[in-house]
Structure formats: structure tokens, C-alpha cells
T-cell receptor, first 114, second 112 residues
Framework: DAGVTQSPTHLIKTRGQQVTLRCSPKSGHDTVSWYQQALGQGPQFIFQ???????QRGNFPDRFSGHQFPNYSSELNVNALLLGDSALYLC?????????????FGEGSWLTVV | GDSVTQMEGPVTLSEEAFLTINCTYT??????LFWYVQYPGEGLQLLLKATKADDKGSNKGFEATYRKETTSFHLEKGSVQVSDSAVYFC???????????FGPGTRLSVLP
């Protein structure tokens, strides 16, 4: 049973460019969340997708957008990249509506903005 | 809003030493509490969890008890190993089980 898979693993972008990160959830999971983890910090919640719609959103600007596909996979898009967007981007999958739900994380996509 | 506070690291211990990493939280309602571990170059892995007051989560020799009266969820291990070297994150989730709030992490280094 494959866990949460993310791509690409590492990438380097130039300030002002746009980036798309991809995530496939754990088999059987219907909800995908994205987190940003800056170096030396804990993950910060970006947003969550369920049934192809954004269900919850953290305190991130509109430059951060996402999408969920019918097969539950998801993309995170970041426009007009800033140096401060350099971070590890983690995707997590889960089942909606289960108290004490365990979320499973992928290994992340390292984004460096230069 | 909800928040999680952890003791600052890094924490450096000798092998077989006793480990405590303090975690306290602020939340409305009754969240579920978690400890996640991140090994170098890897994503987050669930270490243990507790879903209600006085529950004890345990895994791989690690334990943590959900203390509602002190809003705490301290992580303990009786005898650490070099392989336990990692960053440990305390986290909470709301009743819906979807919105996770993480602490800043505590880096543990265990020396042989």
C-alpha cells in the first residue's frame, strides 16, 4: 500500500516565477492538506481539499492556490514566488470526519527560491 | 486561536538517558493530541496520539499522557538510543480531526 507520494522532491525557482507541486494521497483517503515547513520551524497549515473543493484555509495569501482531482490527488500552486517561499512543502492525506484522525505525510517537496 | 508550545532545543543526551520533551497547548474544546517525528531528510511520521483526557499514547518505548488540567502532553522515553535522534513535533487537531496545529519542534541528538 503506497503511502502519500509527492513530486518533485527538490526544485529551484527564480523569484517571480510560478511553481506546481503534486501529491497523491494514501490509498483510501479522500482529503488532502498542504503544509509549509520553513527551516527550523513546525509545519504551517496552508489549505485542505475535499471533494475537489477548498475546505479550510490557513493564513496564506492568494498567491497560494490548489486543486484536487477526482482521483483525490492534489496540486499546490504558488505564483509570484518570493524568497520567503523557500521551504519544505508537505502534503498530508486523511479521511474526513473522523475524530482523532491520523494524517499521513509525504516526504515533501523542497522548494528553493533564488 | 489554537497553539502548541514545546521546549526549545536542541536536546543532547547520552545513549540510555531518560528523555522528556515538554509540550503544552491552548485550544478551545477538547482536541486530540499527537507527537510526530521527523528523521533527517524525511517527512513526518506519527509517533503516538491520545484523543481524550487521561489517555496515554505509547509507541517504540515513547509515552505521553493527555493532561487536561495542565493542558500538557509531555513526551517521555526511559532509555534513548542513537537512532532516536530526530526532530519531534507536538501537535493538536480539532474535533473534526482535520485542522492540525504543530509546535515548532524539538531537535534531539543522542550521543553514543
Amino acid at each position: 500500500d503506497a503511502g502519500v507520494t509527492q513530486s518533485p522532491t527538490h526544485l529551484i525557482k527564480t523569484r517571480g516565477q510560478q511553481v506546481t507541486l503534486r501529491c497523491s494521497p494514501k490509498s483510501g483517503h479522500d482529503t488532502v492538506s498542504w503544509y509549509q515547513q520553513a527551516l527550523g520551524q513546525g509545519p504551517q497549515f496552508i489549505f485542505q481539499y475535499y471533494e475537489e473543493e477548498e475546505r479550510q484555509r490557513g493564513n496564506f495569501p492568494d498567491r497560494f492556490s490548489g486543486h484536487q482531482f477526482p482521483n483525490y490527488s492534489s496540486e499546490l500552486n504558488v505564483n509570484a514566488l518570493l524568497l520567503g517561499d523557500s521551504a519544505l512543502y508537505l502534503c498530508a492525506s486523511s479521511l474526513l470526519g473522523i475524530s482523532g484522525n491520523t494524517i499521513y505525510f509525504g516526504e515533501g517537496s523542497w522548494l528553493t527560491v533564488v | 486561536g489554537d497553539s502548541v508550545t514545546q521546549m526549545e532545543g536542541p536536546v543532547t543526551l547520552s545513549e540510555e538517558a531518560f528523555l522528556t520533551i515538554n509540550c503544552t497547548y491552548t485550544a478551545t474544546g477538547y482536541p486530540s493530541l499527537f507527537w510526530y517525528v521527523q528523521y533527517p531528510g524525511e517527512g513526518l511520521q506519527l509517533l503516538l496520539k491520545a484523543t481524550k483526557a487521561d489517555d496515554k499514547g505509547s509507541n517504540k518505548g515513547f509515552e505521553a499522557t493527555y493532561r487536561k488540567e495542565t493542558t500538557s502532553f509531555h513526551l517521555e522515553k526511559g532509555s534513548v538510543q542513537v537512532s532516536d535522534s530526530a526532530v519531534y513535533f507536538c501537535a493538536l487537531s480539532d474535533l473534526d480531526g482535520q485542522n492540525f496545529v504543530f509546535g515548532p519542534g524539538t531537535r534531539l541528538s543522542v550521543l553514543p
